[in-house]
Nanobody, 114 residues
């Protein structure tokens, strides 16, 4: 099972930016998909963005144009750049990988509030 270590959460005002990082214990070339889900209190865990082994990306409609997922293959790390953050982006963000066994990171809190 892939081990995933997340970092980069925190608190920010509306309109601000944060970047999340997710470091994998294996080469990204051995992982079919990596990405991020988020879960707000009382809500289901939903996909935010993912990147495939070939580099193609998928985004939730709610974050298109504001969030960007990218990767550094040499560092086995995937990033989520979050710009123009809104209060409704507040959630615990979980990194995941699928090869096809699914692994999850520990989660990192993102709070957007004035």
């Amino acid at each position: 099972q892939v081990q995933l270590v997340e970092s980069g959460g925190g608190s920010v005002q509306p309109g601000g930016s944060l970047r999340l990082s997710c470091a994998a214990s294996e080469s990204l070339f051995s992982i079919n998909y990596m990405g991020w889900y988020r879960q707000a209190p009382g809500k289901e865990r939903d996909l935010v963005a993912r990147i495939s082994i070939g580099g193609s990306t998928v985004y939730a409609d709610s974050v298109k144009g504001r969030f960007t997922i990218s990767r550094d293959i040499a560092k086995n790390t995937v990033y989520l750049q979050m710009n123009s953050l809104k209060p409704e982006d507040t959630a615990v963000y979980y990194c995941y990988s699928s090869n096809p066994v699914v692994s999850w990171g520990q989660g990192t809190q993102v709070t957007v509030s004035s």
